[in-house]
């Protein structure tokens, strides 16, 4: 099974298609928050997906799951399916009830956030930065450091003032400062470090960037076959031609990519070397893939009228969310480079084998 | 939707299991050999190497054993062939046999043939040559020239085959020539397993721009050929080729070319490297992983039975830019002169990887007709 053959990525495909129609992207860069379309989401239970069996969850694989967010790339979803999945699969392993309704993690997570403990209580200070639909959403989940060891805390942001900014594809990328008391039922120690985290949601980015990808590949096949210049289809072009093939094998690199980053989220941990990997992979798949999209649309394509810019403006931030190429790059340099010369091909084949 | 889906590589415990054998074996094997030998890894021609190989079981593995294979699957052969790479052994003089030849003659080949050439490659003791391209005939492969007429019990060859990789020294070579006229394009074409040793072939020596001696000229005048030469069905040689460029196109090859520059790379970077030079090292290596699960994923597909020729063509395109861009990154990230006489490792490397870079999208086929194969996947031709 390819990671976007089974029937949950089918029946979200369905589902988001009917909600991701031009008009409700174009209302959602508004600011507009589409609240029927959440609540067909989460009718369907798909912000739970990630949730394991014996917390609640409906039993999909990690992979599965994953390729709702494949599905929701391909249809530029204005929600915070991904982020509300990740945090259900926070809470659900540290035990922490999971609060309804959208939740929310930052996808920066510098500075780090002050985890204290006096006098038995907690509190935990500093600032959430860029948190997708944060002045939507009444609960953000993050990853807090005290005394060497990990805890995930649920912060309610319910009422809080956010720094209002949006993504160039105006997707809401809130920062809340934040000097809150934690109830015990608020937080407990994690499975998941800080690392970890970031990886999770560098590895539902890579699903959407190859998502993104391939409605962008298909986008601008269509294009050039429609588009008529100099008495024929554009696509009937050699150079066209060759620049649609460029574009997918971009795409079809992104997707196998995603597929290896959905693979590396395991009930054994999480592999972030790996995702690292697809995480990079997709963001330079995205850079040149979109400027390929473009170069295929012409004029038409720069309009806001047309709508490939919901894709190819998303496709230009995700690469840059939960660590961009070079924060990546950089760990899985640093971890070969330590490994030595002599051992640089047993680090790439051991990426994955583990599974 | 995803229009070239690589599904996910198999798992295969049976695989992993050989190879530790395979890397236990080259670290015996490769003791001792310079940077710059395991630079040239399937350039690089030890028959020797290739008889090792064959006694352990490592070459036609997936063929039947009644003609010397050893009926393993796609994906333990994947892994000797990479750690081969990857450790830069020389396994050019039986590479093009296993790869391409050997399964042509496993599909298309007379019984006879099968059981007098199959298991001499098996043993490594086989070599093979390739003969598609001609002077005049490249890329456009359906125009070939050279031609093989009908003569009593046999076939008359005229014409020349260029490029001709290891032609100055295989046993054999697949021939591919005209056998007929009129037609489509397509027609009338065919191959045949021609004996090197047979009159009126003359092999040719040309020189690469690097100095060595790996490709040839080899003419062919008034050669005869016996009718149980031919491979296949007269005529359909065209069909035959198409599913043996499959073969050619996807393996590790097409992405390790350049691996060793990168061992060394890193080799020379030392302990203590800036954070541009790891983020270079990284993303290179997330090519790498990525170009990998691609590659495994079309041996996947050759196990399923499944066609992978456009994903293949998408592996040697996606390679082929990866493997040209080392180079010109190791360059620049160390400030080095590649030098073709020097003694350092690195420099070395560069030298050798610098000066076989333009061949990497040529050979196999060039990078704009695989991305017009890529094109006519999706529908634009
Ligand atoms: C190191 C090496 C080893 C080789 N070994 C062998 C071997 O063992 N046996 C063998 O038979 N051959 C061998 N070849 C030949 C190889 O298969 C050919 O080089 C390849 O098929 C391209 O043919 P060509 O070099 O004649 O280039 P041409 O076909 O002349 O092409 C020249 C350029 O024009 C482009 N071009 C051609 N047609 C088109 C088109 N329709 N549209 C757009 N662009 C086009 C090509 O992409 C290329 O960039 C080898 C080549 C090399 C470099």
């Known amino acids: ?355 | 939707m995803n229009r070239f889906p690589f599904a996910p590589p198999p798992r295969s415990p049976e695989a992993e299991e050989l190879r530790r054998e395979v890397r236990d074996f080259l670290k015996t094997e490769l003791a001792g050999t310079t940077a710059l030998q395991r630079a040239e890894s399937w350039n690089g021609w030890s028959a020797e190497f290739s008889a090792k190989m064959g006694e352990r079981g490592w070459i036609g593995m997936t063929w039947p054993k009644r003609y010397g294979g050893h009926e393993r699957s796609a994906l333990e052969r994947y892994v000797v062939l990479e750690e081969m790479l990857a450790h830069g052994a020389p396994v050019s003089a039986h590479w093009i046999a296993d790869r391409q030849s050997g399964p042509l003659l496993l599909r298309s080949g007379t019984e006879q043939q099968r059981l007098e050439i199959l298991p001499r490659i098996a043993a490594g003791t086989c070599f093979v040559c390739i003969g598609l391209s001609e002077p005049d005939v490249g890329s456009d492969l359906a125009s070939a020239r050279t031609r093989a007429v009908s003569v009593d019990g046999g076939y008359r060859v005229n014409g020349t085959k260029i490029w001709t990789t290891n032609g100055h020294r295989s046993h054999y070579m697949v021939l591919f020539c005209r056998t007929g006229d009129g037609g489509e394009r397509h027609q009338g074409l065919s191959q045949f397993l021609v004996d090197m040793k047979t009159p009126g072939v003359e092999v040719r020596p040309i020189i690469a721009l690097t100095g060595e001696h790996h490709f040839n000229e080899v003419v062919f005048t008034d050669v005869f050929l016996p009718a149980d030469s031919a491979i296949g069905k007269i005529g359909e040689g065209w069909q035959q080729v198409t599913s043996e460029l499959a073969n050619e196109r996807s393996g590790p090859e097409r992405f390790l070319s350049s691996f060793e520059l990168l061992v060394e790379m890193v080799r020379s970077l030392g302990n203590s490297p800036s954070d541009h030079a790891k983020a270079t090292v990284g993303r290179l290596g997330a090519h790498i992983v990525t170009l990998r699960r691609m590659s495994r994923s079309v041996a996947g597909m050759l196990q399923a039975g499944s066609d992978p020729t456009l994903q293949a063509a998408i592996v040697k395109d996606l390679g082929a830019v990866l493997e040209q861009e080392v180079p010109e990154i190791a360059r620049l990230l160390l400030g080095a002169e590649p030098t073709s006489s020097s003694t350092t490792d690195f420099s070395a490397v560069l030298a050798y990887t610098t000066l076989h870079a333009p061949s990497f999208s040529l050979r196999g086929g060039a990078r704009e007709i695989l991305r017009g194969i890529i094109a006519r996947g999706l529908g634009l031709r």
């Open chain 1, 1 to 355: 099974m390819t990671q976007t053959e089974n029937p949950l990525f089918d029946m979200a495909g369905r589902l988001f298609s009917d909600l991701c129609q031009p008009k409700d992207l174009a209302d959602a860069g508004t600011g507009q928050w589409p609240d029927a379309a959440w609540s067909a989401v989460e009718a369907a239970g798909l912000p739970g997906a990630l949730i394991p069996e014996d917390a609640g969850g409906f039993g999909a694989s990690p992979v599965e799951a994953f390729s709702v967010l494949r599905a929701a790339g391909e249809h530029a979803l204005p929600l915070p399916l991904g982020e509300t999945m990740l945090a259900g699969l926070l809470l659900a392993k540290a035990g922490i009830a999971i609060p309804s309704g959208p939740i929310s993690v930052p996808s920066t997570d510098q500075p780090a956030l002050k985890l204290k403990r006096s006098d038995g209580r907690w509190t935990l200070a500093g600032s959430l930065r860029h948190v997708p639909w944060g002045r939507h959403v009444k609960t953000v989940v993050a990853v807090a450091d005290f005394e060497e060891r990990p805890y995930v805390v649920l912060i309610s942001t319910n009422g809080m003032a956010p720094d209002c900014a949006d993504n160039v594809a105006r997707e809401p990328r809130d920062s809340f400062t934040i000097d809150v008391a934690l109830k015990d039922s608020e937080i407990a120690l994690s499975e998941f470090s800080r690392l970890d985290l970031r990886a999770i949601g560098a590895a539902m980015r890579t699903q959407q960037i190859a998502g993104a990808l391939s409605r962008v590949t298909a986008m601008s096949v269509r294009y050039a076959q429609e588009r008529v210049q100099f008495g024929r289809p554009i696509g009937k072009f050699q150079t066209i031609q060759q620049s649609l093939a460029v574009l997918a094998t971009q795409t079809a690199a992104a997707n196998a990519a995603a597929d290896l980053a959905a693979e590396a989220v395991t009930e054994a941990g999480v592999e972030t070397l790996a995702i690292g990997c697809a995480k990079v992979r997709c963001g330079e798949a995205a850079s040149l893939g979109s400027a390929i999209a473009h170069q295929i649309h012409g004029a038409f394509g720069f309009t806001h009228e047309h709508s490939l810019h919901f894709y190819t403006r998303r496709l230009l931030s995700w690469r840059d969310e939960f660590g961009n190429e070079t924060e990546w790059s950089t760990r899985i340099g640093q971890a070969a480079i330590e490994g030595g010369p002599d051992r640089l091909w047993y680090g790439i084949t051991d990426i994955g084998a583990s599974r």
